[in-house]
């Protein structure tokens, strides 16, 4: 049968990205890789988490119970746990404001769910995380840009409606952004507050990199603002997303909302309908290494990362030609370079993996609109630092030839 005949019609916003064939040449040995954006498995604490397996399974209560169903908010030593952390980062909470989620990915995707009409906007950082829009886009939404000039809350407003639709929330990684690197500053995240304030919608707050700071002051969280503004974590708009998967191990899939009560009721109960609950060993392992040392774990990832970008900052000052930029993150796992003038990013990917041997993640493919073509994201938390010197290197002479021959000019 003709499959696409009964799809719905939302089915079309869920696609591949253009550049999937593409990445999938990244497994071939002799490529170097800037494209995962993954942590490094040789820093997960192994010893760890396979303690706590083996203890869970070996205790007669325990194990059975780690192995059964349970409740669709999540286990709840784990989730006081996180409203302990929580209140460290000045989010005061209770365990009702918590739900735990497969990863913060698939609490975008219930989040999506629960907000978005079809026609709606949601507003995005211009790039924004490539994962938020595959989430966001099954629900068939538009997008605008958050920080744009004449970016008003009337303005919004009055684009959305003339679109068939209202302004359903706003979306930022504030810390470390995926793709760029970047962090909002204080100013940006009270204007934020202030325009969703004004439009009285939703903030959805992606902090999935934030304890991965390796210098410079961490700001506080756009729900640690909103809570002090409102006084009570039950009056707060911002529905924070948080992960273990960036410290711990993105494989167990553990990771959790923190919102008012309200909206976390609605969360459990599109739980429910998804996958009635995460699996309850791996939210059990979780605990026990975290309990047993988590601000010490996540200190000794810090120095490697720290390592490893310094790295990239210093190959791509040394390699890349003039009229490249690029960011300076102080902490997460990724630099955003804006190529000069002409260059496609899907473009030189396809001539890098062929003539170079080094891959990447175009730029716009983490665009709403299809902006940015002349972008790149550079991923530094899997490759080693000479690799990295290696990789820019021959990723810099490789732009400096297409430069030269849009030029007309032999390169050197």
């Not at 079809?118 to 629900?139: C, R, S």
Request: charged residues 20%; negative net charge.
């Amino acid at each position: 049968m003709d499959w696409s005949d009964w799809f719905a019609g939302r089915v079309s916003r869920m696609h591949a990205s253009e550049i999937r064939e593409l990445l999938k040449l990244l497994e071939r040995p002799d490529v170097v890789s800037f494209a995962g954006g993954i942590p490094d498995p040789a820093l997960f604490p192994m010893d760890a988490i396979r303690a706590a397996y083996d203890g869970i399974l070996g205790d007669p209560q325990l194990g059975p119970a780690a192995l059964q169903y349970s409740v669709s908010e999540g286990y709840a030593p784990l989730r006081r746990w996180i409203v302990e952390y929580m209140a460290s980062r000045g989010v005061p909470c209770e365990l009702e404001n918590i739900v735990i989620t497969s990863g913060s990915q698939q609490g975008l995707d219930f989040i999506a769910k629960l907000f978005i009409h079809p026609g709606d906007t949601a507003l995005v950082q211009e790039p924004t995380y490539l994962g938020a829009l595959q989430a966001f886009n099954a629900y068939e939404p538009r997008y605008d840009v958050l920080f744009r000039a004449g970016g008003t809350a009337d303005a919004y407003r009055r684009q959305a409606a003339e679109n068939g639709g209202r302004v359903a929330f706003a979306y930022v990684v504030p810390e470390f952004a995926n793709p760029t690197g970047e962090t909002l500053t204080d100013a940006q995240r009270r204007e934020l507050l202030a325009l969703a304030t004004e439009l009285d919608v939703p903030v959805l707050e992606d902090a999935a990199y934030e304890a991965l700071r390796y210098e410079g002051t961490k700001p506080a969280s756009l729900a640690a603002l909103d809570i002090a503004q409102r006084g009570s974590i039950e009056r707060s708009r911002v529905i924070y997303c948080g992960t273990f998967s960036k410290t711990v191990s993105p494989g167990l899939r553990v990771g959790w909302i923190c919102a008012a009560r309200d909206f976390v009721h609605k969360i459990v109960l599109a739980k429910q309908a998804g996958d009635l609950h995460s699996a309850t060993l791996n939210q059990m392992a979780i605990l026990r290494v975290v309990s047993d040392g988590f601000n010490e774990h996540v200190a000794s990832l810090l120095p490697p990362y720290r390592r490893r970008r310094d790295a990239m900052l210093a190959a791509l000052a040394a390699s890349m030609p003039a009229g490249t930029t690029w960011s300076k993150p102080e902490g997460g796992m990724f630099v955003w370079v804006t190529l000069p003038a002409g260059i496609d990013g899907a473009e030189l990917l396809e001539r890098s993996l062929l003539e170079e041997r080094i891959g990447f993640v175009p730029g716009g493919a983490f665009s709403p609109n299809g902006a940015v073509r002349n972008t790149i994201r550079l991923n530094y938390s899997l490759a080693s630092e000479a690799v990295i010197a290696e990789g820019v290197a021959r990723l810099g002479a490789l732009v400096a030839r297409v430069v030269a021959e849009q030029m007309g000019k032999p390169s050197s």
